[in-house]
């Protein structure tokens, strides 16, 4: 049965390119981009992205990864890339003049030069950590990977920007562990820093919920100096869980103090307390900071049963959090994370996309999807949650987090106003300037002209007829609006 609620109107985009989903960790690795594919086919067979506008995402450029990322560790992954990628990008530069190739071609095109004519490429880096432990190994087309994923957050934030969506998607994202040079937690690219960022140019105070089993280290530690974002971090911390940062006490540095909010807490938490918790900081939260927009990270690792998570939340008390946040009815993008039982983080993103759109979805996987033996023996969206496992987090500990929370909330001032000093160069079309002229329209005809290019080389174009939205850099392949299938 699908129930809908009475906040069912606003408008969604969802991001999603089936390219991402085939990349591999490597056999062993918990991490599964497949997952990212197994959601999608939910997403779909329940009917949901009809409900959407749904868009082919694309490639970050380098100069977009750039605005967080140190340059040289930008320069390192690149030599990552897929063969079919390398050889599309060779031939089609090889072919065309210079004036007529779109710049972030020709850019890889220049790198692809530079790591072929070095008799010997490193494949692993210590200052990087990228290929030196088996957290973080290197894959063919890991940089590609790395762009999909960011491209489609930073998507996010230009269609909640210019009004094309009051609710954004990218499941693919949420890499929250990423450092400004450093890769880690599996993660190499900091998608979530770069989307706020682009937030950033516009709107005054962003506010980050972090609801994934792990600290999200990496997006804190990227605004730690700043009152313009505030993170909110809800996870597990002690017994040298992963990456044990996140303690109480850690609250922000400079003008940036208090401004970061953590919450841990200990393994066994349950639905009730974690809800209850969850909700009486958040409304603190937004009460006092009143953002304009809020970025919420979805990592499904603290639903029960997950391979390196310890919580014992049902899919209905993670959704919980995300319909609590959506009812505050401001600008709200959702990514996703880490998520380790990959067929439950399927299960759970396609019951949070659900609750985006206002329906909640407790029904049978349906018997068309390709991988429905994966959520044998009940075949059920909802799986039941272990039972007899200790909550390890007592009621007057859980208080006194709240407690201390409040407190620090306390010292910041409500609502901070913030000057804005310089809007930034956007990548993204209509943006700063009102007019486009002829010399513009030629660049955007020219990075159209080979996505499309791109696409079916890579065999990921999913229709001839693909709408090319003239405000976004990735391709809309489905509008609510239509009455057409994907």
């Given at each position: 049965?699908?129930?809908?609620?009475?906040?069912?109107?606003?408008?969604?985009?969802?991001?999603?390119?089936?390219?991402?989903?085939?990349?591999?960790?490597?056999?062993?690795?918990?991490?599964?981009?497949?997952?990212?594919?197994?959601?999608?086919?939910?997403?779909?067979?329940?009917?949901?992205?009809?409900?959407?506008?749904?868009?082919?995402?694309?490639?970050?450029?380098?100069?977009?990864?750039?605005?967080?990322?140190?340059?040289?560790?930008?320069?390192y992954l690149s030599q990552f890339m897929s063969?079919?990628?390398?050889?599309?990008?060779?031939?089609?530069?090889?072919?065309?003049?210079?004036?007529?190739?779109?710049?972030?071609?020709?850019?890889?095109?220049?790198?692809?030069?530079?790591?072929?004519?070095?008799?010997k490429v490193k494949t692993e880096n210590s200052?990087?950590?990228?290929?030196?432990?088996?957290?973080?190994?290197?894959?063919?087309?890991?940089?590609?990977?790395?762009?999909?994923?960011?491209?489609?957050?930073?998507?996010?934030?230009?269609?909640?920007?210019?009004?094309?969506?009051?609710?954004?998607?990218?499941?693919?994202?949420?890499?929250?562990?990423?450092?400004?040079?450093?890769?880690?937690?599996?993660?190499?690219?900091?998608?979530?820093?770069?989307?706020?960022?682009?937030?950033?140019?516009?709107?005054?105070?962003?506010?980050?919920?972090?609801?994934?089993?792990?600290?999200?280290?990496?997006?804190?530690?990227?605004?730690?100096?700043?009152?313009?974002?505030?993170?909110?971090?809800?996870?597990?911390?002690?017994?040298?869980?992963?990456?044990?940062?996140?303690?109480?006490?850690?609250?922000?540095?400079?003008?940036?103090?208090?401004?970061?909010?953590?919450?841990?807490?200990?393994?066994?938490?349950?639905?009730?307390?974690?809800?209850?918790?969850?909700?009486?900081?958040?409304?603190?939260?937004?009460?006092?900071?009143?953002?304009?927009?809020?970025?919420?990270?979805?990592?499904?690792?603290?639903?029960?049963?997950?391979?390196?998570?310890?919580?014992?939340?049902?899919?209905?008390?993670?959704?919980?959090?995300?319909?609590?946040?959506?009812?505050?009815?401001?600008?709200?993008?959702?990514?996703?994370?880490?998520?380790?039982?990959i067929q439950n983080v399927s299960r759970c993103?396609?019951?949070?996309?659900?609750?985006?759109?206002?329906?909640?979805?407790?029904?049978?996987?349906?018997?068309?999807?390709?991988?429905?033996?994966?959520?044998?023996?009940?075949?059920?969206?909802?799986?039941?949650?272990?039972?007899?496992?200790?909550?390890?987090?007592?009621?007057?500990?859980?208080?006194?987090?709240?407690?201390?929370?409040?407190?620090?909330?306390?010292?910041?001032?409500?609502?901070?106003?913030?000057?804005?000093?310089?809007?930034?160069?956007?990548?993204?079309?209509?943006?700063?300037?009102?007019?486009?002229?002829?010399?513009?329209?030629?660049?955007?005809?020219?990075?159209?002209?080979?996505?499309?290019?791109?696409?079916?080389?890579?065999?990921?174009?999913?229709?001839?007829?693909?709408?090319?939205?003239?405000?976004?850099?990735?391709?809309?392949?489905?509008?609510?609006?239509?009455?057409?299938?994907?």
């Amino acid at each position: 049965m699908i129930q809908t609620d009475s906040d069912s109107s606003r408008r969604v985009a969802y991001f999603y390119n089936r390219f991402i989903g085939k990349f591999q960790y490597g056999k062993e690795h918990p991490m599964k981009p497949k997952r990212i594919i197994m959601a999608h086919n939910l997403i779909v067979n329940y009917g949901l992205f009809r409900q959407m506008d749904v868009y082919l995402i694309r490639e970050a450029q380098l100069q977009e990864i750039g605005k967080f990322h140190d340059p040289d560790y930008i320069i390192y992954l690149s030599q990552f890339m897929s063969q079919n990628k390398i050889n599309f990008v060779k031939e089609y530069c090889s072919a065309n003049n210079e004036s007529v190739i779109p710049e972030n071609l020709l850019e890889e095109f220049k790198l692809i030069i530079k790591w072929s004519q070095q008799s010997k490429v490193k494949t692993e880096n210590s200052e990087f950590k990228v290929g030196d432990s088996p957290d973080n190994p290197t894959f063919s087309g890991l940089f590609s990977y790395c762009q999909l994923s960011s491209g489609a957050s930073i998507d996010c934030a230009h269609s909640i920007l210019t009004g094309q969506a009051d609710i954004a998607i990218n499941w693919s994202g949420g890499l929250h562990h990423a450092k400004k040079k450093e890769a880690s937690g599996f993660c190499y690219i900091n998608d979530i820093v770069l989307c706020i960022l682009e937030l950033l140019r516009v709107y005054v105070r962003v506010l980050y919920v972090d609801i994934d089993c792990h600290h999200g280290d990496g997006v804190e530690e990227a605004f730690y100096l700043t009152n313009r974002v505030m993170t909110l971090s809800f996870h597990q911390y002690g017994d040298d869980f992963y990456p044990g940062t996140g303690q109480l006490n850690s609250v922000g540095v400079g003008v940036g103090r208090y401004y970061s909010v953590n919450v841990p807490m200990k393994p066994g938490m349950s639905d009730q307390p974690y809800i209850e918790m969850f909700k009486k900081i958040t409304s603190r939260v937004m009460q006092v900071y009143r953002p304009d927009c809020i970025v919420m990270q979805c990592g499904a690792d603290s639903l029960s049963q997950d391979k390196l998570g310890g919580f014992n939340l049902s899919i209905k008390g993670h959704g919980a959090c995300v319909q609590y946040m959506k009812s505050f009815g401001i600008p709200m993008i959702l990514l996703g994370g880490g998520g380790y039982t990959i067929q439950n983080v399927s299960r759970c993103w396609a019951y949070e996309t659900g609750i985006a759109l206002g329906q909640y979805i407790d029904e049978a996987i349906p018997s068309n999807d390709i991988y429905y033996d994966y959520y044998s023996p009940d075949y059920l969206l909802h799986f039941p949650i272990k039972q007899n496992v200790e909550n390890r987090n007592k009621t007057e500990d859980l208080n006194k987090i709240v407690s201390t929370v409040y407190d620090y909330l306390s010292h910041i001032e409500n609502a901070p106003g913030i000057h804005f000093h310089d809007v930034p160069f956007s990548f993204y079309p209509d943006m700063d300037e009102e007019n486009e002229d002829e010399n513009k329209e030629q660049i955007d005809q020219k990075q159209e002209v080979s996505l499309n290019e791109l696409e079916q080389e890579l065999g990921i174009s999913n229709s001839s007829k693909n709408e090319i939205s003239v405000q976004s850099n990735s391709r809309k392949i489905y509008s609510k609006s239509q009455q057409q299938d994907l």
